[in-house]
């Protein structure tokens, strides 16, 4: 499954923020503790030095009772947000407010500041002052403050979820912005191809990685063309030049013939030489054929046919071709229209599949023929009930000279025959491909041109190749 660089990007992005967030409403959370702690801390500080201005200067005079008195007299209006304990040296327990309904308050070494909890009372903020020879405690409760705390992190989190989500769309919104060229760098490639080499990825002004990326593809590019140009030349080329020679070649043969001079074993010799001059010769033209549909200078005489009458006479001699090789032959045709295609190219691709097609079927196999016209396509299907191929070499197939070994192939074929046969589906602006049969065994081969003739683009124009060179024969591969 192909991964989106935008969705990484995306999530990243609201990965990093969030936990930004997350981080900084922690640290959040401990400077607002200690705020509100301090802020107790400052209230029980004031609380103390009511109690020690109510006890007077001279309070080290006084018995247990005045303490006890008068501290009395003090907490009692306080009793609702102070708890206090007061202590002599040894521990004896001179004062504890009723609030505390009997419990004394936990001392802890070495801190004059902690937080405890009582049993009946909840969390308590406590002080502790020494007012010698007495120690002081006084708490007051902090369940309120760890309450809001406690709000403050539910809203945390959602604020965290909310942050995720919103900083996942706005990153994804920057990273579709930021990738934007390379999108287009990919969209050019895909309709870069052995067709188009003349296209270039547009490099923008902006001197950063993307448009030194998109340069050094579009000299790859250039390489590529001018590769592709020489090899084009070269096989247009030498597919010429050795028409003449082959002909020459094939003329002499024949006079040595005409004059019946040879032995028979001569003669028989001289006939397996001209066999096999005119599959070279065959051969050429496919390579010629190949060469110039590729760079896309054959003219289509296009015409608008109706498929089904089409199909009907060609179904006719595919009958006799099949009944010849010991082989049975179906013709099936759904919906009606009408299609623009030059009919002698588009016999031609039929015909190299129904070849292929009886090769690879065992002897009283089957070929089934589907033609369909529909949602604007005519869709045409031959299948075989041979052994198929493999899901790898279905590519494969339509690759000059691709010969596989599993399937029942015409010694005299030359490899080139599906090759030719996509060159003039994707002419017609179509495509071709294979999958296995309907039935389970066998091969399927399907190809779809469009239906509607008003859609159909001009053919380019060029060179009259039809009429100078003909068309080449029907070759299984």
Request: charge should be neutral.
């Given at each position: 499954?192909?991964?989106?660089?935008?969705?990484?990007?995306?999530?990243?992005?609201?990965?990093?923020?969030?936990?930004?967030?997350?981080?900084?409403?922690?640290?959040?959370?401990?400077?607002?503790?200690?705020?509100?702690?301090?802020?107790?801390?400052?209230?029980?500080?004031?609380?103390?030095?009511?109690?020690?201005?109510?006890?007077?200067?001279?309070?080290?005079?006084?018995?247990?009772?005045?303490?006890?008195?008068?501290?009395?007299?003090?907490?009692?209006?306080?009793?609702?947000?102070?708890?206090?304990?007061?202590?002599?040296?040894?521990?004896?327990?001179?004062?504890?407010?009723?609030?505390?309904?009997?419990?004394?308050?936990?001392?802890?070494?070495?801190?004059?500041?902690?937080?405890?909890?009582?049993?009946?009372?909840?969390?308590?903020?406590?002080?502790e002052f020494a007012l010698p020879p007495f120690v002081v405690l006084i708490g007051t409760s902090s369940q309120q403050?760890?309450?809001?705390?406690?709000?403050?992190?539910?809203?945390?989190?959602?604020?965290?979820?909310?942050?995720?989500?919103?900083?996942?769309?706005?990153?994804?919104?920057?990273?579709?912005?930021?990738?934007?060229?390379?999108?287009?760098?990919?969209?050019?490639?895909?309709?870069?191809?052995?067709?188009?080499?003349?296209?270039?990825?547009?490099?923008?002004?902006?001197?950063?990685?993307?448009?030194?990326?998109?340069?050094?593809?579009?000299?790859?590019?250039?390489?590529?063309?001018?590769?592709?140009?020489?090899?084009?030349?070269?096989?247009?080329?030498?597919?010429?030049?050795?028409?003449?020679?082959?002909?020459?070649?094939?003329?002499?043969?024949?006079?040595?013939?005409?004059?019946?001079?040879?032995?028979?074993?001569?003669?028989?010799?001289?006939?397996?030489?001209?066999?096999?001059?005119?599959?070279?010769?065959?051969?050429?033209?496919?390579?010629?054929?190949?060469?110039?549909?590729?760079?896309?200078?054959?003219?289509?005489?296009?015409?608008?046919?109706?498929?089904?009458?089409?199909?009907?006479?060609?179904?006719?001699?595919?009958?006799?071709?099949?009944?010849?090789?010991?082989?049975?032959?179906?013709?099936?045709?759904?919906?009606?229209?009408?299609?623009?295609?030059?009919?002698?190219?588009?016999?031609?691709?039929?015909?190299?599949?129904?070849?292929?097609?009886?090769?690879?079927?065992?002897?009283?196999?089957?070929?089934?023929?589907?033609?369909?016209?529909?949602?604007?396509?005519?869709?045409?299907?031959?299948?075989?009930?041979?052994?198929?191929?493999?899901?790898?070499?279905?590519?494969?197939?339509?690759?000059?000279?691709?010969?596989?070994?599993?399937?029942?192939?015409?010694?005299?074929?030359?490899?080139?025959?599906?090759?030719?046969?996509?060159?003039?589906?994707?002419?017609?602006?179509?495509?071709?491909?294979?999958?296995?049969?309907?039935?389970?065994?066998?091969?399927?081969?399907?190809?779809?041109?469009?239906?509607?003739?008003?859609?159909?683009?001009?053919?380019?124009?060029?060179?009259?190749?039809?009429?100078?060179?003909?068309?080449?024969?029907?070759?299984?591969?």
């Open positions: 499954m192909r991964r989106s660089i935008s969705l990484r990007l995306s999530v990243w992005y609201a990965s990093a923020a969030t936990i930004t967030l997350a981080v900084l409403f922690a640290v959040g959370y401990q400077l607002l503790e200690s705020y509100l702690v301090h802020g107790l801390d400052q209230l029980i500080a004031a609380e103390f030095r009511q109690v020690r201005a109510r006890l007077g200067p001279h309070y080290r005079q006084l018995s247990a009772r005045d303490v006890n008195q008068r501290i009395q007299a003090t907490s009692g209006y306080d009793s609702v947000l102070f708890y206090i304990d007061v202590r002599a040296p040894q521990d004896d327990a001179i004062f504890a407010s009723k609030n505390l309904d009997g419990r004394w308050m936990p001392e802890v070494a070495d801190r004059h500041g902690y937080s405890a909890t009582l049993p009946g009372i909840g969390r308590l903020r406590i002080e403050i760890y309450e809001d705390l406690d709000g403050y992190v539910e809203i945390c989190v959602g604020l965290l979820a909310a942050m995720f989500g919103v900083s996942t769309l706005i990153g994804f919104a920057l990273s579709r912005v930021a990738l934007r060229p390379v999108r287009l760098i990919r969209e050019t490639a895909l309709r870069i191809g052995s067709d188009n080499l003349r296209e270039r990825i547009p490099v923008s002004g902006v001197r950063d990685e993307i448009a030194e990326l998109a340069r050094l593809l579009n000299q790859m590019f250039d390489r590529l063309e001018s590769s592709f140009n020489a090899i084009r030349r070269f096989t247009a080329e030498a597919s010429h030049e050795l028409k003449t020679p082959l002909s020459l070649i094939r003329l002499q043969a024949e006079k040595l013939l005409m004059k019946g001079e040879l032995s028979v074993e001569c003669e028989e010799s001289v006939q397996m030489q001209l066999e096999e001059l005119a599959r070279l010769s065959r051969i050429i033209e496919e390579l010629l054929f190949l060469s110039r549909a590729e760079a896309r200078v054959i003219t289509l005489r296009l015409t608008v046919e109706c498929p089904r009458a089409f199909l009907g006479a060609f179904a006719q001699d595919a009958r006799v071709l099949a009944e010849h090789r010991g082989r049975c032959f179906e013709l099936h045709c759904v919906g009606d229209g009408r299609v623009l295609f030059e009919p002698q190219r588009i016999r031609q691709v039929l015909l190299n599949l129904l070849v292929n097609a009886l090769n690879a079927s065992p002897a009283g196999g089957r070929v089934r023929m589907c033609s369909e016209i529909s949602n604007g396509c005519w869709r045409v299907s031959l299948e075989d009930q041979g052994p198929g191929i493999a899901a790898a070499d279905r590519e494969r197939v339509f690759e000059r000279f691709v010969r596989l070994d599993k399937r029942a192939l015409d010694e005299q074929g030359s490899g080139l025959g599906l090759a030719i046969c996509r060159s003039i589906v994707e002419l017609h602006r179509g495509r071709i491909w294979c999958e296995p049969a309907c039935a389970g065994g066998g091969l399927k081969v399907t190809f779809v041109i469009p239906a509607d003739a008003l859609s159909m683009p001009e053919p380019v124009s060029a060179s009259g190749w039809a009429e100078a060179h003909g068309t080449p024969g029907a070759v299984g591969t």
